[in-house]
Each structure stands twice: as C-alpha cells, then as structure tokens.
C-alpha cells in the first residue's frame, strides 16, 4: 500500500513540470497513463525524460483528431486527476479547459500547469525557464560580476512547479475524498516562482541586489583552500562563526576591518580536507565544492537511498534519482520505465467503479480543518508548514523564548505567513507534557531540528504515535537520518556545493558560484509539504497515521533530476560560466540598448524567423538552420546577434521577435516586474499592510483552486502572539492556561 494507491492520472503534459508532478504521483502508487503526441514528448530526448516518466505507462494520441479526443474522454471518465500544460488558447480551443471538462467529468480533478500565467501577454509563450525566471525578476537576483541577469543552469522553478503541483493534486484529493466533486486546480510557473524566488519586499524600495557570485558575507561565503580546491563556510549565525574562528586559530582582535581576506588567507595555507577536519571537530558548517558527475554516488545519497537504477530497453542501465521523501508507513518506490501501455493495462484504467450520485461540492482551500504543529525555523522547516496553511492549514508556529533564529530578518515575514503563534518551553516539564496533548488534537507534526533532537526533547514520532495514532510526524534535515553526516549542523548552500550545483554554474572558469535562491530550501520546503499531503491521502486508506521525512541532500538530486540521469552514451552536461548568459547563440540573454531581452529559439524555423525579424538574411545563408540551433553561447553568430540587439531598445526588440513568431521576452528587474500588470492580472502578486515595516508586496500564494488564488490570511505571527486563543481551541482548560502563563511555559515575546 502507498499513498495514492488505487489513484488514476491521466498525464497529457509534456516536458518538466507536469511529467515530474505525476512522477511522484506514480511513485507513491498512483496509476499514470501518459498521453503523449503522435512525434513524442517535447523532451523526449533529454536524459531526464526516462526520470520523469518511471512508473507510467504510454499511449499515442492525437487530441487534434476528433476521434483521437473521443478516446481521450473515455480515459478522463474513468481518470481521478488528469493533467495538462497547454497553454490558455490551446487548451480552449481543444476543448480541454477546466470548465468543458469538469462538466462532463464532474468527479475528476483537473490539474493545469500552465508554463506563465493564465492570462495576458505572455501566458501563449512556450515552457522556458530563463524565460520565466527573466520575466519575474529572478535573473537579475541572482549574484553576478557585471550589472546583469545570470542564465540558471538547474531548472530549479520547473522542478518546484511539479513539485507543488502534485502537492496541490494531493491536497484536492484528500478534500474530494470518495463523494465530492472534484475541482480545478492551477499550479502555473507563476505560483512556482512565488513558492521558490518571491520575497517580500517594500512597496518603497522593491528591488533587491543577487549579491556576490562567491557569497554575500564573510561567514556564509565560498573559500578556496592551499590545494587549489573550495569551500564553503555556512555559518549562518554567530554561535556558528565564533566556533569558525576558533576552529582556524584565528586572533579576533586584528579582523576586525576585514574577517573575508583574514579567513581567507588561512585557508590557502593548508588543503582542504585539513579545514574541514577542523571545522567538524568544532561543529562547524562547511562542507566541500564537488561535482554533479559525483554525487549519486556520494555517502549522503547511498546512506539514505536517494538513488535507483531501472534497466531501460534503449539505454540499458539507468542510474537516477530516487525517492525523494520517505513515508515510513507507506514508501514510494522506483519499479519500472516508461513503457507502452497494453490492452489489458488500459482496461485496468478505465474499469468501471462505484461513484455516488449526488456529489458534494467541497469549496474552499483544500486543507481547510487540518491542523499542523510547526515547529520548524530558518527556511525549509518554517516554509514547509507556510506552504500548508496557503493551502488552507491551521498551522501553529510553536517557538521557544529565544525564537525562530531567523526571526527579525526580512525571510521570516516570507515564510511564516498565515500562521498562528504559540510560545511554549518545551524544556519544561509541564512543556513537554502540554505539546504531548496538543498533538492528540493535531492532525500534523513538523520540524527541521537536528537529527536527533525531537528524540531529546520527547516529542518524535514515537513518543508522539501512542497518544495519536492518526498522527503525521515530518522531519526535515540537511543530509537524511542515515549515514555519517547525519548529526552535522547544515544550511542551503552546503549541498548547493556537495551536489554539485555550484560548479556547474560556475562552468568551466575555475570559478564556483553561489546560488542567490536558497535553492535546497524551498526545494525541501515544498517536497515536506507533499510528504504530509501525501501520508493524509494514505490516512484515509489506512486510518492510521506515520512518520515522514526528507532533506535537503534529497532536494538537491531532485531539482537537478535530468542531470543526475546517467548512462552510456548521455549527452554531455550542460555547464555555466562566469556571469553566465546561457547555453547557446539561439539560447541565452541578450543586451540591447536599454535593456534585456530573452531569446529561446528551439526549431530552425525560429532561426530563420529571427533572422528576417532583425534584418540579418544572410544569416540564414551563412548557417542553416541545425548548424545555428548548435552554435555556442559565445560564437560568431552569438556575437552577430548581439550587435543587432544592442542597437534597438528592449521593448522594441521585443515586439519585433514576438511578431515573427520567434519566443522572446523582457527581461525585468524586481521593481519592473512588481509595476508589470501581467503579474497582477495573474494574481501573482498582493499589497499588505505590515504593522512595523509599512505596505509591502507579496507574493500571493502558490495555487488556484476553480481560479480563485490562494491566499494567506494573514502576515507572520509575532513570538507566541496567539497562545491563548490556540490552547482554548485545542481545548485546554482556562485554569491550566493560567498556570503554564503564571510558570512561564508559555509566553509572549
């Protein structure tokens, strides 16, 4: 038994997004059949299509064809979820929109993972990333030498809208349950750019710098070491920077004026290996820069089996990533590739099963009634649960008397929105004993602590289970519960550098670069958000709830999934560099006069398309149009489209490329992406206003349920802001509230 055992999904997607949400939809035991076109799926030929394809089975059809559709709808009537990722004209044209479908499947969920946003200009441009990253201001986040936006070698928010769109299918289907009606749900790269790259911000001063390449201070920073290899310094907080120092045998009284270039100087003094030695004996975290090509097979990955093998009937064997969240109870599995489907397996599809007549109708946010205890901090932890009470939670921020550590910086009020808080010691006796009937009440429990801290403080699964047995338990850690780095103290960017991700946007200049989004994190935010989605589905098979977890080591193979599929003869990886512009000449950033621009040509017709469009036909004479597909970012041809964009302004070039038909858009900074009414007219963005720091703009929410927005209802709890009125609704007696506020196990900041 697995979560969505017994679950149909039809997956008429293509390329990322949609195929990677039902890929774990069919890990953890849903039955997917895949509905690809007559000529394959877009992605066919990329290595991390075998990866996001496991455990499905395959049929052609040709939903141009009337008779082809026909026999789609067969499939949509006997489906649980189907999903799409066509864009708004082609989905109503096929008549497969939400509303046409829902009402002849009025039990079906009908999940769209639109590549943009649902309406406006730019919600008919096919799947990009750095389209979608230049768009909404991300590419400009990320730290670079030159005043410029840096091309993202992971497809980082492609991972995070499948991610959350099979979060928020999981989440629907446990509020249609077995007699309601099922809805639409929209999970658009929009809503996985909110999840993954939106910070708040000032409504008086938006934008916000990348930073440096190398990192932004001196304590959380890349280092090269005596050896001629690199580092990176984590010490995020300053118990963990003065261990740093002693862990260098540094003198504090002379770094005052310049911590970076003392650190740094120690560091070339001796190898690697020598430094990180040091800092683990002082629990320090660090970790060591490695490479992509490495790390699957790496302790961390085997320690915790967050890595496969299939034997694929083309490529033979396959190594790729795993599992990426266990459910202890019911655990997914990687059992097969993609394969066609049979007769009899589209006869097991559409089997005919009960469905009650008269449906309910089930509004509202999907989560709604279910309660999370949160006590996670930082990001991971603390925006897993955010994530929970956008979909409709009530979490509770349980913190202590010093408080979350990242309380008064400006990612608290990000992730800890739409949360009550409850300021409790559970140190205390009387503590511990008030969690442990708190939980009784609770349909969740989540946490980011060290392993084996929730073990100390009497409150993991264990301890937990016995006085409810409907209780989920999640834990979120940096390198799994297994295996020799299990214990180590670890932030974002140390598997930013172990997996590999900072090498290769660095590319081949010598030159790791730190990553501006905290990628691991939110990453492992929305993969602990599933892991409870999907242990409350099996709850409703089983009665009984479990024990979950994940990590960021986990996230950090998922996210890079199509890099991390290895066999004989793969394709050569795809690499970054200085400052990075893209992966080639028809694919990649683009200066114009007053501006940026993003220039995605995938066919040779975009070439010739391009080349009428900018006034250059003799391009098409000096290379055709394959020849021009493969040239480098760097090339002649590169450099001959350069000079022609730098003469027209950024709009203009814009507005010329999209008239041709040739894939093209701005590329913003924060503050024009804040002031662009395509954000707004997508929900993508909100004003609130904030009790200390004024009107700010937000990100709204990470989906749409039968198009209305999810949204948080309200800003982030101050420390233990609404401790009463939490303990009166799980039910404590008013003279035991009394007591605990009288013996300080609860308070207020």
């Not at 709808?73 to 939400?98: N, T």
């Not at 999970?187 to 990348?210: K, Q």
């Not at 035991?736 to 609860?746: D, K, P, T």
Request: glycine fraction near 10%; hydrophobic fraction near 40%.
């Amino acid at each position: 038994m697995s979560a969505f055992q017994g679950i149909r999904v039809l997956d008429c997607s293509q390329g990322l997004a949609g195929p990677l949400a039902t890929m774990l939809l069919a890990d953890f035991g849903a039955q997917v059949l895949k509905v690809e076109p007559p000529g394959g799926d877009r992605a066919m030929d990329q290595p991390g299509y075998i990866t996001w394809n496991r455990n499905k089975k395959r049929l052609t059809l040709d939903l141009a064809d009337d008779a082809e559709r026909g026999r789609l709808g067969d499939l949509l009537a006997a489906a649980d979820v189907a999903v799409f990722d066509h864009s708004p004209r082609d989905l109503e044209a096929l008549g497969l929109d939400a509303a046409t479908v829902g009402q002849r499947h009025p039990r079906l969920i009908h999940l769209w993972t639109p590549p943009y946003g649902t309406t406006g200009r730019w919600s008919e441009l096919p799947a990009h990333h750095a389209t979608l990253t230049g768009l909404s201001g991300a590419a400009f986040r990320q730290g670079s030498y030159a005043d410029q936006p840096v091309w993202h070698v992971a497809q980082i928010v492609h991972h995070a809208q499948g991610v959350m769109a099979a979060a928020a299918a999981g989440a629907a289907l446990l509020q249609r349950g077995a007699q309601g009606k099922g809805r639409a749900v929209t999970v658009s790269g929009l809503h996985a750019m909110a999840e993954t790259a939106c910070p708040v911000s000032h409504v008086s001063y938006p934008d916000f710098g990348g930073g440096h390449p190398l990192g932004g201070s001196a304590s959380y920073r890349l280092y090269p070491c005596g050896d001629g290899k690199w580092l990176f310094l984590a010490t995020l907080f300053s118990w963990f920077f003065e261990r740093a120092i002693e862990a260098l045998e540094l003198n504090r009284a002379p770094l005052r004026m310049d911590l970076g270039s003392a650190i740094q100087a120690k560091l070339m003094s001796g190898p690697r290996d020598q430094w990180l030695a040091a800092f683990r004996e002082h629990d320090v975290p660090a970790g060591p820069v490695e490479h992509r090509e490495d790390f699957l097979a790496s302790e961390v990955i085997r320690a915790n089996d967050l890595a496969a093998e299939l034997d694929h009937p083309v490529h033979g064997r396959v190594r790729m990533v795993g599992v990426p969240a266990w459910l202890h109870a019911t655990p997914g599995s990687v059992r097969h590739p993609l394969e066609d489907a049979t007769e009899s397996d589209l006869a097991e599809f559409t089997a005919t099963r009960s469905i009650p007549n008269d449906l309910e109708v089930r509004a509202g946010p999907p989560l709604a009634g279910v309660r999370v205890l949160d006590l996670g901090t930082v990001v991971a932890g603390a925006h897993a649960s955010a994530i929970l009470a956008n979909f409709g939670a009530d979490v509770v921020k349980v913190e202590s008397q010093d408080g979350d550590p990242f309380r008064y910086s400006g990612g608290f009020i990000n992730y800890n929105r739409g949360k009550r808080g409850l300021g409790l010691n559970l140190k205390h006796p009387a503590g511990k004993a008030l969690f442990h009937d708190l939980a009784r009440g609770a349909d969740a429990v989540l946490d980011n602590y060290r392993h084996g801290v929730r073990e100390r403080l009497g409150i993991d699964y264990a301890a937990l289970a016995p006085l409810n047995p409907r209780l989920i338990s999640c834990s979120i850690n940096t390198y799994g519960s297994r295996g020799a780095d299990a214990r180590l103290p670890g932030f974002d960017p140390l598997l930013q550098a172990r997996s590999g991700l900072m090498w290769a946007q660095g590319g081949d200049v010598g030159e790791p670069v730190f990553h501006a989004i905290p990628v691991n994190d939110v990453a492992t935010a929305a993969m602990g958000a599933f892991a409870v989605i999907a242990a409350l589905n099996a709850r409703e098979r089983t009665g009984q709830g479990q024990d979950t977890e994940t990590s960021l080591a986990a996230q950090s193979a998922l996210y890079q999934s199509g890099d991390l599929t290895w066999y004989a003869g793969r394709p050569p990886l795809a690499q970054g560099g200085r400052d990075c512009l893209g992966f080639a000449a028809l694919d990649r950033f683009y200066r114009c006069a007053n501006g940026w621009v993003t220039l995605a040509c995938t066919t040779p017709k975009h070439f010739a398309d391009l080349a009428e469009a900018l006034g250059h036909t003799d391009w098409t004479a000096r290379w055709d149009g394959a020849t021009a597909l493969a040239e480098p970012r760097d090339g002649d041809l590169a450099a001959e489209i350069a000079a022609a964009f730098s003469a027209l302004r950024r709009d203009q070039a814009v507005d010329l490329l999209c008239d041709a038909g040739v894939p093209a858009a701005p590329v913003l900074r924060g503050a024009e992406a804040q002031r662009s009414d395509y954000f707004w007219e997508n929900g993508y963005y909100e004003l609130r206003s904030h009790p200390a720091e004024g009107e700010m703009i937000t990100s709204r929410g990470f989906a749409s349920f039968d198009g209305a927005h999810l949204r948080f209802e309200t800003l982030h709890p101050d420390l233990g802001e609404h401790g009463v009125e939490v303990l009166q609704d799980y039910g404590v007696p008013r003279e035991r509230i009394v007591e605990l506020a009288r013996e300080h196990v609860i308070f207020r900041g």
